[in-house]
C-alpha cells in the first residue's frame, strides 16, 4: 500500500464547476500537508499547506484535512480550463526527514 | 522573486555515461532536496541536504551521490546511467530552520534522457 493514496483519474468537470480532490494517507504520524499543482512536463507548483483539522481557504481553494480519517481535500471552485493538471497530494511525516512523500497525483480536467 | 535554478534543463546521455546535474537553492535557503519523477510517476525522495550536511536518503540508487558546497547549491553526481535512469529531475529548496511546516519550493527540472 502505498503511503499517500489518490485516485488517478482523469476526473472531468465543466467549467465553472467545482472540483473535488481527495488523498488518503497510512503514517498516522504525518503532520503537514500540501497540494501541488503540476502541469505536463513542469515542476511541481504549490497550491496549499495545511496542518491543523478543518478547513483552510485561499481564494477559489479550499483545503480541508481530517486527521481522524487521514483525510485531506482540494475543493476548486469556479474550475477553469487553466487548472486543467494533474495535482499531487504530499504529505511529511514526522521523523521523515521533512521530505515530501506524493500520491500519484489525481489527473483534472476542466472541460468547456 | 528568485526561485530555485537548476541546470542543465535538458541532457542527452548514452547508457554506462555519467552526467552531473546542478542546483542553486532561493537565496537564504539552506536545505535543498532532489527528487526523481519518472514517466506517469509521482515524485521520488532521492537525498536531501541541510547546512551542506547530508540529512536524509531516500531511494537513491549507489550509482548516484550528491553534496552540499558551501554556497548551498548542491549537485546530483550519476554514473554508469541506465536507460531506466531517464526522468525528471527536480531540486527543491527551503529553510531548514522552521521544521516541517516550512515550503520546499521546486526548481524546473532537469529532463534526463538515456540512449
Known amino acids: 500500500q502505498k503511503e499517500v493514496e489518490q485516485n488517478s483519474g482523469p476526473l472531468s468537470v465543466p467549467e465553472g464547476a467545482i472540483a473535488s480532490l481527495n488523498c488518503t494517507y497510512s503514517?498516522?504520524?504525518?503532520?503537514?500537508f500540501f497540494w501541488y499543482r503540476q502541469y505536463s512536463g513542469k515542476s511541481p507548483e504549490l497550491i496549499m499547506f495545511i496542518y491543523s483539522n478543518g478547513d483552510k481557504e485561499d481564494g477559489r481553494f479550499t483545503a480541508q484535512l481530517n486527521k481522524a480519517s487521514q483525510y485531506v481535500s482540494l475543493l476548486i471552485r469556479d474550475s477553469q480550463p487553466s487548472d486543467s493538471a494533474t495535482y499531487l497530494c504530499a504529505v511529511i511525516v514526522t521523523g521523515g526527514g521533512n521530505k515530501l512523500t506524493f500520491g500519484t497525483g489525481t489527473q483534472l480536467k476542466v472541460e468547456l | 522573486a528568485a526561485g530555485v535554478i537548476q541546470s542543465p534543463r535538458h541532457l542527452i546521455k548514452e547508457k554506462r555515461e555519467t552526467a552531473t546535474l546542478k542546483c542553486y537553492p532561493i537565496p537564504r535557503h539552506d536545505t535543498v532536496y532532489w527528487y526523481q519523477q519518472g514517466p506517469g510517476q509521482d515524485p521520488q525522495f532521492l537525498i536531501s541536504f541541510y547546512e551542506k550536511m547530508q540529512s536524509d536518503k531516500g531511494s537513491i540508487p549507489d550509482r548516484f551521490s550528491a553534496q552540499q558546497f558551501s554556497d548551498y547549491h548542491s549537485e546530483l553526481n550519476m554514473s554508469s546511467l541506465e536507460l531506466g535512469d531517464s526522468a525528471l529531475y527536480f531540486c527543491a529548496s527551503r529553510t531548514g530552520t522552521s521544521g516541517p511546516q516550512e515550503t520546499q519550493y521546486f526548481g524546473p527540472g532537469t529532463r534526463l534522457l538515456v540512449l
Open positions: 503514517d498516522r504520524g504525518s503532520q503537514s
